[in-house]
Each structure stands twice: as C-alpha cells, then as structure tokens.
C-alpha cells in the first residue's frame, strides 16, 4: 500500500533513475512528470487516500475514462498517458509497496503485444555479463580508490537497492569485527558472507532480508576501512608513507555506518549515484585510449539500478527462481522472471553432469 500523498517522492526517484539507464532528454523527463502528476492530481481530488492491490487497477480504468470523457483527449493521447503512468506504478520499488501483480496495458486498454525478440533485445540490456562488470570493477581498482572499489564490489555482489546500501550499517555484515573495528576474514576463502538488508516501507516500518558477499568484497570493505583512518605523510627521506591517524582509528572502533562520505558521515544515495557514473565514464575513456572492443556504453548504459540487475542476472544463472526473488527481496516471482535468461546449451551441460539421476 501507497498512501497518495507520498506517491510524489516515489516518482522523483524512479524519474532520476529512469534518466540515468535511458539517458533521456528534459523534454520527455518533462512530458513524463507532468503526464504522472496529473494522475497523482486526479486521485487527490477525488479523495483517493491510498493505491493498494485491491483499488489500483480499478483506479486506473477510472483516470482513463476521466481523460476521455471529461478532459476530451484524444485515445492515443490517453494511451500515452496510461503507458507512462503504467510504467510507474509497475517500477520496482511502487510495485513492492503497493504488492500488486505487474499491471499490462491491456488491462487497461488493448494493445498490440511485444514480439519475442524485441522482449529479448531489452531484457540483454538491463545488465552486464561478467567479463563487462569485472572490467568496471578492474578500472575502479586502478584508480585507488578504496571505499568506491568496495561499493561497486557490494553492489555488483548483493543485488541490493541503492537504498538498502546507504544504509549499512557494519553490524549488517555477518562476520565478528575485530579490536580495531575491522571484519574478521573466514578461513575459507569461496565462503560466502550473509548481509542483513534494512528498509523502510511507506509507513516506516523496517523490512529487512538477507543477500551475500563473496570474500573478495569483505577484504574490500576491510582495505576501505584501512584506506579511511590513514593518511600520507612525508619522512625525512622525502618519501610518502601511510601512516595511521589515532583518532581516525579511535573513530573506526566505533563506528556504525559502513560506507561515508569524505566529510565522514554516512554516504547519502546521490554520492553513490556519482561514483558509479564516474567509473562508467572512465570505463568508456579506457576502452578508447586502450583501442578495446567492447559492446557496451557504459557511460550511457551503467548505472546503480544496471549494477543491482547484473548481480541479480549472475545469480539467476546459478540458483533458482525462488532463491533469485529471496535474494532481491521480490514480492512477486513474476518481477524475478526478467532476470532470467534460458540458454539450451548450458541446460544440456548441467543435465549432462547430472546424467546418472536420469539413467538410475
């Protein structure tokens, strides 16, 4: 459930990240605010106080007589007015609080069915395939920066929302913390950590599941930390050396929040939105000066919604549907179906290993 009042600040977000994985102009960002304000608008002065599962198709099937019977627009500028609105209310994190299965056009209105392979072309889209996200992650780490490697690193492991990363805290990471504040590594090093997620519903109650790290990105977190309370300085002989800062140290024992920013406190979401837009850009300037071949345009195509969809499109091609929505904390399976990508080759593979349960 959405109370109708708080509909506005869901749509400033899904809108900013829509303009960073379309890259589209201010014209239609424009066109597209008003054509969802005026439906956010209808239900205010109609005293519509929430959209719910039970309420929101119906809703809708309203709005849309209202544009054609009351304001007189024309049918297909009412169905540009529905698909815009539809794609709202179907976005990930409306759809989550509202619990509704995702709404189709038809239900509305009937239209013309999307061919299979324009299906395909944007589903290859939402995410990176391996080689595409280790190289990301490779142009972080040659920048040095350790706290930017370490949350692209969690992201591109997790699968969590942008909002669940902020707000990490260290406690969430399912290892002891030593003396000095730092995670304690398992010995085995393909041990995968488990994440406690927290997030607030639209009614303030917390919502919380668990996702994995790998090893690697724990020993990130670990040299971010390091990274965090030193500093380098000069010794007689001229030389830059780190040298660990007691009160930064002092700080690090106690501190709550796991990633900052450089004032020290916890990150906000428009910071991390920066960073990964950054190294996207970077990555394209590496490719060009480097004369790589590569697909993707990642300073057009990456972003902190792309890396959730990469983490979620890796472990769909491992794990099954059930475990893929538990890990991106989906209420519906049909919101997990987009990740994954059937490919008959790899399914005789994995029969072929398991031959001997056919044959006995």
Same mark, same amino acid.
């Given at each position: 459930?959405?109370?109708?009042?708080?509909?506005?600040?869901?749509?400033?977000?899904?809108?900013?990240?829509?303009?960073?994985?379309?890259?589209?102009?201010?014209?239609?960002?424009?066109?597209?605010?008003?054509?969802?304000?005026?439906?956010?608008?209808?239900?205010?002065?109609?005293?519509?106080?929430?959209?719910?599962?039970? +309420?929101?198709?119906?809703?809708?099937?309203?709005?849309?007589?209202?544009?054609?019977?009351?304001?007189?627009?024309?049918?297909?500028?009412?169905?540009?007015?529905?698909?815009?609105?539809?794609?709202?209310?179907?976005?990930?994190?409306?759809?989550?609080?509202?619990?509704?299965?995702?709404?189709?056009?038809?239900?509305? @209105?009937?239209?013309?069915?999307?061919?299979?392979?324009?299906?395909?072309?944007?589903?290859?889209?939402?995410?990176?395939?391996?080689?595409?996200?280790?190289?990301?992650?490779?142009?972080?780490?040659?920048?040095?920066?350790?706290?930017?490697?370490?949350?692209?690193?969690?992201?591109?492991?997790?699968?969590?929302?942008?909002?669940?990363?902020?707000?990490?805290?260290?406690?969430?990471?399912?290892?002891?913390?030593?003396?000095?504040?730092?995670?304690?590594?398992?010995?085995?090093?393909?041990?995968?950590?488990?994440?406690?997620?927290?997030?607030?519903?639209?009614?303030?109650?917390?919502?919380?599941?668990?996702?994995?790290?790998?090893?690697?990105?724990? /020993?990130?977190?670990?040299?971010?930390?390091?990274?965090?309370?030193?500093?380098?300085?000069?010794?007689?002989?001229?030389?830059?050396?780190?040298? @660990?800062?007691?009160?930064?140290?002092?700080?690090?024992?106690?501190?709550?929040?796991?990633?900052?920013?450089?004032?020290? +406190?916890?990150?906000?979401?428009?910071?991390?939105?920066?960073?990964?837009?950054?190294?996207?850009?970077?990555?394209?300037?590496?490719?060009?000066?480097?004369?790589?071949?590569?697909? /993707?345009?990642?300073?057009?195509?990456?972003?902190?919604?792309?890396?959730?969809?990469?983490?979620?499109?890796?472990?769909?091609?491992?794990?099954? /549907?059930?475990? /893929?929505?538990?890990?991106?904390?989906?209420?519906?399976?049909?919101?997990?179906?987009?990740?994954?990508?059937?490919?008959?080759?790899?399914?005789?593979?994995?029969?072929?290993?398991?031959?001997?349960?056919?044959?006995?």
């Amino acid at each position: 459930m959405i109370e109708v009042d708080e509909l506005t600040d869901y749509l400033d977000e899904y809108l900013e990240e829509k303009q960073e994985v379309k890259n589209l102009t201010e014209e239609t960002i424009k066109k597209q605010t008003f054509n969802i304000s005026k439906f956010i608008e209808y239900l205010e002065s109609e005293g519509v106080e929430e959209l719910n599962d039970s +309420n929101v198709k119906k809703q809708l099937r309203h709005y849309r007589r209202y544009c054609l019977k009351q304001r007189g627009n024309k049918r297909t500028t009412v169905k540009t007015y529905m698909m815009n609105i539809l794609e709202f209310i179907n976005s990930e994190d409306v759809q989550e609080e509202i619990q509704h299965d995702p709404i189709k056009m038809k239900d509305i @209105i009937e239209v013309k069915a999307e061919d299979p392979e324009t299906a395909k072309k944007r589903i290859e889209k939402i995410s990176l395939t391996w080689q595409q996200s280790d190289f990301f992650l490779d142009t972080i780490h040659q920048s040095g920066n350790a706290r930017d490697y370490a949350i692209c690193r969690t992201f591109i492991d997790s699968g969590m929302r942008l909002k669940e990363l902020v707000l990490l805290n260290k406690s969430d990471i399912q290892v002891p913390l030593d003396e000095n504040g730092f995670f304690t590594l398992p010995s085995d090093t393909s041990e995968f950590i488990d994440v406690n997620l927290r997030a607030e519903t639209t009614k303030g109650e917390l919502k919380d599941r668990t996702t994995f790290i790998t090893f690697d990105t724990l /020993v990130s977190l670990n040299d971010m930390m390091m990274d965090r309370i030193t500093k380098l300085r000069k010794n007689t002989h001229d030389v830059y050396r780190p040298v @660990i800062q007691r009160n930064k140290a002092a700080e690090e024992v106690t501190r709550e929040e796991l990633f900052t920013n450089i004032k020290g +406190n916890r990150i906000g979401k428009r910071g991390v939105q920066d960073i990964v837009k950054k190294y996207a850009r970077e990555c394209d300037r590496r490719i060009a000066s480097e004369g790589i071949e590569c697909p /993707v345009n990642y300073g057009k195509n990456v972003s902190v919604h792309i890396l959730r969809h990469t983490a979620l499109s890796h472990y769909a091609e491992i794990l099954t /549907v059930a475990e /893929v929505q538990s890990i991106a904390g989906h209420s519906n399976s049909q919101t997990t179906d987009k990740y994954i990508h059937i490919d008959r080759e790899q399914m005789k593979q994995k029969l072929k290993l398991n031959s001997r349960r056919f044959n006995n």
